[in-house]
């Protein structure tokens, strides 16, 4: 079955940095693209960035681009999310996604920036 396990979130800085990893199983990994979303409290979920499967990417909001960026391995079956310059509203719960048969998610890692 698809498995999508995150990790890499915590409590970093304002202006400091993370690298999310998104570890995949149970599909043919290399065929699909991925992405990243993020839900903050009281807040809808909303995508952050998509890889396609020939590394093609890029990233939804203003809010976020220029800071982060979205790459992906092949060999390991993972993507990742280098989030670089964060900010208190960039936290969430940041979830892994993707689509084969249907949509398949994460449980999502929290990343919570502070001063």
């Known amino acids: 079955q698809v498995q999508l396990v995150e990790s890499g979130g915590g409590l970093v800085q304002i202006g400091g940095s993370l690298r999310l990893s998104c570890r995949t199983s149970g599909f043919t990994f290399s065929r699909y693209a991925m992405r990243w979303y993020r839900q903050a409290p009281g807040k809808e979920r909303e995508w952050v960035a998509r890889i396609g499967s020939t590394g093609d990417s890029s990233t939804n909001t203003d809010s976020v681009r220029g800071r982060f960026t979205v790459s992906r391995d092949d060999a390991e079956n993972t993507i990742y999310l280098q989030m670089n310059s964060l900010k208190p509203e960039d936290t969430a719960v940041y979830f892994c996604?993707?689509?084969?048969?249907?949509?398949?998610w994460g449980q999502g890692t929290q990343v919570t920036v502070s001063s």
């Open positions: 996604n993707v689509y084969t048969s249907r949509d398949y």
